[in-house]
């Protein structure tokens, strides 16, 4: 997890986004923009749904997708494929106050593990689709 940390294997590997199901697309948008802070890099239709590229700030981004026509995805992140996925902050508290304020269920709260030689603070809550994100930051 050290920043700077090369790929050997393949050159120029990097998250370029992760793709989210909504549940409830407008609720999605609004928490990701509005409380967030991620910015529309570009709306589109996929298939009959609207869905939308979000730049999370660092380079990497997040896409939104409408629930395919006829469908109710579910919002219990037990169900899901993806089990979590987790955002740098460099102030987890103001990050994590932001969400709660939003109404987002925190899960697991603001915590210090000792991974290795890196000490990282980190919390868990649910997004508005039921998406389990974890905050993370890493110590000095």
Known sequence: MPIGNKNSKIAGLGTHHIAVQTVDYEASLKFYTEVMGMSEVVGFENQGRR?????IGDG???ELFEPIPGTQPSNDATGNVVFHFALQTTDIEQALERVRAAGMEITVELTTVQMGPLNI??????????E?????????
């Open 51 to 55: 869905a939308v590229i979000l730049d």
């Open 60 to 62: 990497s981004h997040m």
């Open 121 to 130: 603070s980190l919390a868990f809550f649910k997004g508005p689709s039921g």
């Open 132 to 140: 389990v994100v974890e905050y993370i930051q890493v110590n000095n």
